[in-house]
């Protein structure tokens, strides 16, 4: 049973930082690729990072290009979402996601997800 659990949202001044961890049990964890999603009330859930199994290859939406870093830690089984210079539209629920390709990820070519992280950026 593959589960995903994200941790480190909360509610941040606009400026600010957070940084998101997910945490990944029950397959090897080095032979997939990760990502990150958003969903806003009353939006679709949109692709906003993906990284490659072995780390060397990231994607990232327009909308956070230049602001957020994806990173993962195959030692730890663990995937990270750096987010700086938060915006109150980066207001979302965020979820953790894997699957056999980066690019897939982007497509939304989705195994699993978690049950995702609120982060609330205050104006």
């Known amino acids: 049973q593959v589960q995903l659990v994200e941790s480190g949202g909360g509610l941040v001044q606009a400026g600010g930082s957070l ?6 049990s029950g397959r090897t964890f080095s032979a997939y690729a990760m990502g990150w999603f958003r ?4 939006k679709e859930r949109e692709f906003i990072a993906a990284i ?13 290009k230049g602001r957020f ?3 993962r830690d195959n030692a730890k089984n663990a995937v ?9 539209e980066d207001t979302a629920r965020y979820y953790c996601a894997t ?13 699993y997800w978690g ?3 609120q982060v ?3 104006s």
Do not use: E, H
Request: glycine letters at 12%.
């Open 115 to 117: 049950q995702g992280t």
């Open 39 to 42: 969903q806003a009330p009353g």
């Open 80 to 88: 990270y979402l750096q987010m700086n210079s938060l915006k109150p």
């Open 52 to 64: 490659a199994w072995s780390g060397g290859v990231t994607y990232y939406s327009d909308s956070v």
């Open 69 to 71: 870093t994806i990173s």
């Open 19 to 24: 940084r998101l961890s997910c945490a990944a």
């Open 99 to 111: 699957g056999p390709y980066a690019t897939g990820l982007r497509d939304k070519q989705i195994d």
């Open 120 to 122: 609330t950026v205050s």
